[in-house]
Nanobody, 121 residues
Framework: VQLQASGGGLVQYGGSLRLSCAAS????????MAWFRQAPGKEREFVAA????????TYADSVKGRFTISRDGAKNTVYLQMNSLKPEDTAVYYC???????????????WGQGTLVTVSS
């Protein structure tokens, strides 16, 4: 499956952004989807994941209550709605596809190219 992430940009502290990840190729519904992020000089970290059906979601503690992951099967797209953004959310955000849902990057087989989110203070 090929993944194309978009929606990143520059936003002020407290602002919002919505990231999108469009999937093509293999059956979208057959994969759990996730978002990871990597800040400069840091390791890639888990942000959020959603099950194949969309009925189950998981979040990192650092984004819980501020970020929402969702998926649209008709559009083969997964979203990450990010609210109340903080400077520490600044990172390149990557979408990933795998099965079953997991919290580690090694759980995912397919990766998008990343989209940069910068939060100014």
């Amino acid at each position: 499956v090929q993944l194309q992430a978009s929606g990143g940009g520059l936003v002020q502290y407290g602002g919002s952004l919505r990231l999108s990840c469009a999937a093509s190729g293999r059956t979208f519904s057959g994969y759990a989807m996730a978002w990871f992020r990597q800040a400069p000089g840091k390791e890639r970290e888990f942000v959020a994941a959603i099950s194949r059906s969309g009925g189950s979601t998981t979040y990192a503690d650092s984004v819980k209550g501020r970020f929402t992951i969702s998926r649209d099967g008709a559009k083969n797209t997964v979203y990450l709605q990010m609210n109340s953004l903080k400077p520490e959310d600044t990172a390149v955000y990557y979408c990933a596809a795998g099965s079953p849902v997991g919290l580690s990057s090694s759980d995912y087989d397919y990766w998008g190219q990343g989209t940069l989110v910068t939060v100014s203070s």
